[in-house]
Nanobody, 114 residues
Framework: QVQLVESGGGLVQPGGSLRLSCAASGFTFSNYAMSWYRQAPGKERELVAVIRSAGGSTNYADSVKGRFTISRDNAKNTVYLQMNSLRPEDTAVYYC???????WGQGTQVTVSS
């Protein structure tokens, strides 16, 4: 069965950095584009970044472009989100998802606060 386990979140000061990881299993990871989403309190879930199955091609929400980088290691069945220059408005629960799959992981909380 599909399993997605996000990790790496935590409390960070504005301007700081975090790297999130999502470990995937239960499907052929290298065949799927992978995405990161986030959901802040009282707001809809937002698509943050997408990376194609072979890597290389990426897309980002305007709000994170230039600050966040999505990457993947198909040998490790893992997708990453490097988050730099974090802002309080980045505070949210971050989730990963395979394109075309319905399963979500449990998410990892990112809190940006002084």
């Amino acid at each position: 069965q599909v399993q997605l386990v996000e990790s790496g979140g935590g409390l960070v000061q504005p301007g700081g950095s975090l790297r999130l990881s999502c470990a995937a299993s239960g499907f052929t990871f290298s065949n799927y584009a992978m995405s990161w989403y986030r959901q802040a309190p009282g707001k809809e879930r937002e698509l943050v970044a997408v990376i194609r199955s072979a890597g290389g091609s990426t897309n980002y929400a305007d709000s994170v472009k230039g600050r966040f980088t999505i990457s993947r290691d198909n040998a490790k069945n893992t997708v990453y989100l490097q988050m730099n220059s974090l802002r309080p408005e980045d505070t949210a629960v971050y989730y990963c998802k395979a394109q075309g799959q319905r399963r979500w992981g449990q998410g990892t909380q990112v809190t940006v606060s002084s």
